[in-house]
């Protein structure tokens, strides 16, 4: 054991020298080009991104407004799901922090009489036969909600906000709100899916996700082929969106707060800043998601406690203030005002629109990491993962909102540009928006902080950016088969978007990365649909342990 390490170890550093001569090499080169570096990467990126922004957003034509087929999809699906359970989005809410704080742990080692009969094999061993040999997940329940609340509480939480009320006013908040509490049941069932259908290896190494409940799923339902081409839509879109919204977004934004609060403009800067993040980056990827998930479990409460401190120092400092903001959340979600394009609907599309990016409740990405969780009860997990929406959307959110919004009481932007996702500076007429925007609400209360909101916007895309490699990895394997340079590929590629994000435009990078994570939808739905009644299966043989437990 005692050589295995020490070879792992060697591996291991080498691996991080080559990570950081290449990272270097790279800086190198790109330095050299000169003047309108960023901007030929941006010019070059931009058709893509406005190429499939197209092609996914495809809408029809309802309240004589485009809708988007995706929004239409995503949200009845979740409001489906919130029915058919009976909101168990609010009824086993308290049961969904008690799985976390780990009450019932001791279930795990007691035996499950009424676990259904779906064993997989998977490298000639019964998957049944490795949980008795405790090899049951990587993470505990904490873990793994660690490392997927930091894949959606991140960037979406503080960038995303201010370009939905960029664009839709404070009325984008009130729906955002909604699409988080009717995403908090769509988030349950696949993450309950995730667990019920992963592979775990002889090693303890778990593999789950979409790509798994979709073809394992849908084969035991005797749909075998419908099955194969959806896991490898899912798993082939997930690459993508790994690459886009939890990468080259991440990156972007942070990047930009780096630039504006410490004075680094530069032709060349973003490029140069994206390097930096892809070396910080790849030194932790290596280790896969149990180092992950040591980092996030770290990172995710201090930088949440941070920011979540700081709004609510806001709020409470600016108590007289907070009932407008609400009146005008709840106002302009049905009236919103006339520089508004759209109206009422255009108004819902965008809070539905960014409450998905922020959350990604529907899209499956999470339910990769909730797979990775030590539990033998699917439907535990599904449990814990019906707390991402709140916190992220009902919460964090909408924190944001009412510090933007409280910001612009005395008008001190305009809403309502559609077009670029910037709101205008009424003081200056310059535009700025996304992270930028919320940096600004935050100073304008809190002299000085940006520097503070700064950092902790690096720590949230440096978290986000970690888990998203490790979805993107999972889908990847799940095309190309399990192997070290197979995934070392993929990280390499995976890095090359943490540059490529960090140097493109606001606009450029929200096209791409919106389209990305919702084009998920499509595959993610039309499973999640159809594998339902295994999630109530697996929901009351949970409940049942825990009552015989009591």
């Known amino acids: 054991m005692r050589n295995n390490n020490v070879i792992y170890t060697k591996r291991h550093r080498r691996m991080h020298k080559r990570i950081v001569l290449i990272s270097f090499l790279i800086t190198w080169t790109m330095a050299g080009f000169g003047q309108g570096l960023d901007d030929k990467i941006n010019d070059a990126f931009m058709p893509v991104a406005v190429a499939w922004e197209n092609l996914v957003f495809t809408s029809l034509p309802l309240f004589g407004l485009q809708i988007p087929i995706v929004l239409i999809v995503l949200l009845g699906g979740a409001t489906f799901f919130t029915c058919y359970f009976g909101f168990i989005n609010i009824r086993k809410f308290p049961t969904a922090i008690q799985v976390v704080r780990g009450k019932f742990d001791d279930l795990e080692s007691s035996p499950d009489r009424n676990k259904p009969d779906n064993i997989h094999v998977i490298d000639g061993d019964i998957i049944d036969t490795i949980k008795d040999e405790s090899h049951q997940g990587e993470v505990n329940h904490f873990q793994a909600l660690a490392t997927a609340v930091s894949g959606t509480v991140g960037l979406g939480n503080i960038a995303m906000v201010a370009v939905a009320i960029s664009i839709g006013g404070p009325g984008a908040t009130f729906w955002m709100i909604v699409a988080g509490l009717l995403g908090m049941s769509s988030k349950f069932v696949e993450c309950t899916l995730g667990v019920a259908y992963r592979e775990i290896d002889k090693n303890g190494r778990v593999y789950g996700g979409p790509m798994y409940y979709l073809s394992k799923g849908l084969r035991d339902r005797g749909m075998q082929k419908l099955g194969q081409i959806l896991s490898t839509c899912f798993a082939i879109l997930c690459v993508g969106a790994s690459f886009g919204g939890g990468n080259a977004f991440q990156s972007n934004q942070a990047s930009a707060q780096i630039i504006q609060r410490f004075g680094l403009e530069n032709s060349a800067s973003g490029t140069l800043l994206g390097v930096a993040f892809a070396i910080l980056v790849g030194i932790v990827i290596i280790g896969g998601i149990k180092r992950i998930a040591r980092v996030t479990e770290k990172i995710v409460p201090i930088m949440a406690v941070l920011y979540v401190a700081a709004a609510l120092f806001i709020i409470l400092a600016n108590i007289e203030y907070v009932d407008n903001a609400i009146g005008l959340i709840i106002s302009e979600a049905f009236t919103p005002r006339a520089t508004i394009t759209g109206g009422f609907i255009g108004v819902m599309i965008q809070g539905f629109r960014r409450a998905a990016f922020s959350n990604e409740a529907g899209a499956g990405s999470a339910a990769i990491a909730h797979s990775a969780v030590n539990t033998k009860y699917a439907a535990s997990e599904g449990l814990v993962g019906l707390l991402e929406p709140f916190i992220d959307t009902v ?33 200056t007429g310059e535009q700025i928006g996304g992270v930028n925007l919320t940096s600004m609400a935050f100073d304008s209360a809190i002299p000085g902080f940006s520097y503070v909101l700064a950092v902790a916007v690096v720590l949230f895309a440096f978290s986000t950016m970690l888990s998203w490699s490790y979805y993107g990895l999972q889908s990847w394997t799940f095309l190309f088969g399990r192997g070290k340079r197979v995934e070392l590929l993929f990280k390499g590629i995976f890095l090359l978007f943490t540059v490529l994000g960090a140097a493109v435009t606001l606009d450029a990078v929200i096209k791409f990365s919106d389209a990305m994570i919702l084009a998920l939808v499509f595959p993610n739905m039309i499973g999640l649909l159809l594998l339902f009644p295994r999630v109530r299966t697996e929901l009351r043989t949970f409940l049942a342990a825990i009552k015989r437990n009591r």
């Open 395 to 427: 919460v964090i959110c909408t924190m944001t909102a009412i510090v933007i919004v409280m910001f612009n009481v005395d008008g001190a932007f305009i809403y309502g540009n559609v077009n670029n996702g910037l709101a205008t500076i009424v003081e």
